[in-house]
């Protein structure tokens, strides 16, 4: 079972540049998450969707953008990389239907911006 | 102030010790209430899900108190192998149920 996928696994960036973390869930989940993880700290909640055609910010939207292509696929992007995003970045989903399921995330995505 | 908030530790504790985590939400409305584990550089993982009457998996006792809105963990007879993050979550509440907040974590290191 693939579960959550994320691509790339790595990624380095020249600031300015833009680009576009993929994520996909084979497990027909609604809702799906973009998380940050810095150093020392705990996973921040960048953009969620919710259901399929939804998208909501999380705490730390500013400088991202999010797309829910469809229900299995939800990209994250960045149009102008900055040296503040270097970071790992989590995808995750959930059945949202019930209460206390579980979120399953895929391997990260470790981003350098230079 | 943070939704959800710990003691970022570390905790230090040798093999055998019984050891204990408090989160605290902001959310009175918040519904869901998680643990979960992360090991280094790894995606994190689901511990145990947290019930109003508390709950039990093995070494592992979640109990949440909604009155204070804290949720703790406690591991009794701690292995060398529990030693890593761990991670308080708790969703959003009614208009935002589905949103799924972080606390920044609990490192716990056991010592032979």
């Known amino acids: 079972n693939a579960g959550v996928t994320q691509t790339p696994k790595f990624q380095v960036l020249k600031t300015g540049q833009s680009m576009t973390l993929q994520c996909a869930q084979d497990?027909?989940?609604?809702?799906m998450y973009w998380y940050r993880q810095d150093p020392g700290m705990g996973l921040r909640l960048i953009y969620y969707s919710a259901s399929e055609g939804t998208t909501d910010k999380g705490e730390v939207p500013n400088g991202y953008n999010v797309s829910r292509l469809n229900k299995r696929e939800f990209s994250l992007r960045l149009e102008s990389a900055a040296p503040s995003q270097t970071s790992v970045y989590f995808c995750a989903s959930r059945d949202r239907d019930r209460v206390n399921t579980e979120a399953f995330f895929g391997q990260g995505t470790r981003l350098t911006v230079v | 102030r943070k939704e959800v908030e710990q003691d970022p530790g570390p905790f230090n504790v040798p093999e055998g010790a019984t050891v204990a985590f408090n989160c605290t939400y902001s959310n009175s409305a918040s519904q869901s209430f998680f643990w979960y584990r992360q090991d280094c550089r790894k995606e994190p993982k689901l511990l145990m899900s947290v019930y109003s009457s508390g709950n039990e998996d093995g070494r592992f006792t979640a109990q949440l108190n909604r009155a204070s809105q804290y949720i703790s963990l406690l591991i009794r007879d701690s292995k060398l192998s529990d030693s890593a993050t761990y991670l308080c979550?708790?969703?959003?509440?009614?208009?935002?149920?589905?949103?799924?907040?972080f606390g920044s974590g609990t490192r716990l290191s056991i010592r032979p």
């Open positions: 979550v708790v969703n959003g509440g009614h208009s935002s149920a589905s949103k799924i907040i």
């Open positions: 497990m027909n989940h609604n809702s």
